[in-house]
């Protein structure tokens, strides 16, 4: 299966990082280790196989793939030898990126956005593109009341004004143009009513959002555990000292505070209740990818006697997310070609703050993804 995926954010580190991975794991340069659909329980016939991904993108910078690459590899992400050894794959993906187009309304960009991925498709001969959003978190959304149905979206796409924000405008046009979506961040992308409608009338599925790596993977382990041997959580908080774009963009209040109620969810699902604290992303330009998650755990035991468990995360995390990236393509991909449209739901493994009402602990989450993927069939 010919499958093609569409990057939104594509000359970024998470978007760079997955597109010299797929490269390496090819021509087996590496091996597929941190990717889950690799390991026994999740190998299947139906996924696409590496040599069957083919990858574009948009982003709104231009910096080439390759420059990116040897940034990253500098900066200790991905090793360089395999910068210099896939020089060539970079360049025919570089051939398939393309600015982030813009219309005279949101209609008219959505349209030249859904034009991309229909060329991108027909032009390598893919049987279906999955569009993975990675790009700039954004800011969180304003409420628009065409969001609530696609009749009225579609009407008040086409006049004057922004009404969606940019990754639900992407997940629009992908829609559209019959691909399945990823959204990987934590902003809006396709988790609004019209979109849902818009979805299902297409017979795509979506899957998100903002993917689980570091932190908050820690925590949907150690939460259940908590609830599990009914020990009372009595305040939970984080510190994340972050580096590079993503750390630079969270810096600002407003996203931020998108990805901050992305991390706490886990908790209150988990223990069901709310424990005192908070989680905080703090720019560290110095520590660039490689992230610190430091945690504070307060509890109570048996006749109410208190405890404390502190962690310490240090996670590279564009190598974290690039497998995910690539498990999230095969899987999505394998989905739409069984028929399934509308959220999935099953892939709630991967993210900090999934759709639909599944587990939070990453064990029943791993059950649910086991029992999903062995449904996708050969
Ligand atoms: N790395 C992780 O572990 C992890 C985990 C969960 C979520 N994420 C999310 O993944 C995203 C990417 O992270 P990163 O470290 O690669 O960030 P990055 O800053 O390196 O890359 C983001 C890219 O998006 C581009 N971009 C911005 N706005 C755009 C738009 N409207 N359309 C197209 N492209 C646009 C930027 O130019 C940049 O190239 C972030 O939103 C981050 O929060 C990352």
Redesign the pocket.
């Known amino acids: 299966m010919r499958t093609g995926i569409w990057l ?2 594509a ?5 760079v990082t997955s597109i010299v991975g797929a490269a390496a794991l090819r021509t087996r340069l590496v091996a597929p280790t941190g990717c889950v659909t690799e390991l026994p329980q999740l190998r299947s016939p139906a996924l696409p196989g590496w040599s069957e991904l083919v990858f574009g993108g ?4 231009t910096t080439p793939v390759l420059k990116k690459a040897d940034a990253l590899a500098a900066a200790g992400v991905l090793p360089g030898r395999l910068v210099v050894a896939l020089a060539d794959d970079l360049a025919t993906v570089e051939h398939e990126l393309r600015p ?1 187009p813009a219309g005279d309304t949101q209609a008219g960009t959505a349209d030249r956005i859904a034009a991309d991925l229909s060329d991108f498709r027909d032009r390598n001969g893919l049987d279906r593109v999955v569009v993975v959003n ?4 954004e800011p969180v959304a304003a409420p628009h009341p065409a969001h609530a149905g696609l009749a009225a979206l579609t009407a008040a796409l086409a006049g004057p004004g922004p009404v969606l924000p ?1 990754s639900a405008l992407v997940a629009y046009a992908a829609f559209t143009a019959g691909c399945s979506f990823i959204d ?3 902003s809006t992308g396709a988790r609004l009513p019209a979109l849902a409608e818009l979805a299902r009338r297409q017979a795509v599925p979506y899957a998100g959002n ?2 689980k ?2 932190e908050t993977l820690v925590k949907s382990v150690l939460a259940p555990m908590f609830a599990l041997r009914n020990l009372r959580v009595r305040s939970w908080s984080g510190l994340n000292l972050l580096g ?3 750390g630079a ?1 969270l810096a600002d209040p407003a996203a931020n505070a998108a ?1 901050v109620s992305s991390k706490q969810r886990v908790l209150g699902d988990a223990l069901g209740y709310q424990p005192e604290g908070t989680s905080r992303i703090d720019y560290v330009a110095e520590i660039g ?1 490689f992230k610190t998650a430091w945690d504070l755990i307060t509890f109570e035991g048996f006749l109410g006697t208190g405890m404390r468990m502190e962690f310490t995360w240090h996670g590279c ?2 190598a ?2 690039a497998p995910l990236v690539l498990d999230l393509a095969r899987l999505t991909a394998a989905a739409h070609r069984a028929g399934r449209s509308g959220p999935l739901p099953e892939l709630g493994f991967f993210f900090k703050d999934p759709l639909g009402d599944g587990p939070s602990a990453l064990a029943e989450q791993w059950a649910a993804l086991a029992a999903f993927t062995a449904g996708l069939g050969s």
């Open positions: 939104v954010g000359r970024g580190s998470v978007a948009h982003d709104i910078v982030l990675v790009s700039t978190t940019p990987f961040t934590p903002d993917g790596t570091g590079g774009g993503d963009n990805k990818d995390d564009s974290l997310a």
